[in-house]
């Protein structure tokens, strides 16, 4: 896992058009702390109906999270749909 940042000029947390974001999209597990926050946030901006997903590689790791947070939500007392900050930390 490392941190990876596109070019200046790509749009979103994870870019179309960029090979390494693309795997990122594909596997949570390739993703950096900061980034599963930054998507987690978007993740709980877009699910409560305040925008929508940049790209097409954001909007796939997002739903991935968005399942997570079901399972959070119908396994464990906790509330997943907070900001990641209070999630992580519980």
Do not use: F
């Amino acid at each position: 896992m490392s941190v990876h940042t596109c070019l200046p000029g790509h749009v979103g947390i994870l870019a179309d058009g960029c090979d390494r974001c693309t795997q990122q999209s594909r596997s949570l597990l390739e993703l950096d702390v900061e980034k599963i926050g930054r998507l987690w946030d978007k993740m709980i901006e877009v699910e409560r109906d305040y925008g929508g997903y940049a790209t097409e590689n954001e909007r796939r790791a997002c739903r991935a999270l968005y399942h997570v947070a079901l399972g959070i939500e119908r396994l464990t007392p906790r509330n997943p749909w907070r900001p990641w900050i209070e999630v992580r930390d519980g």
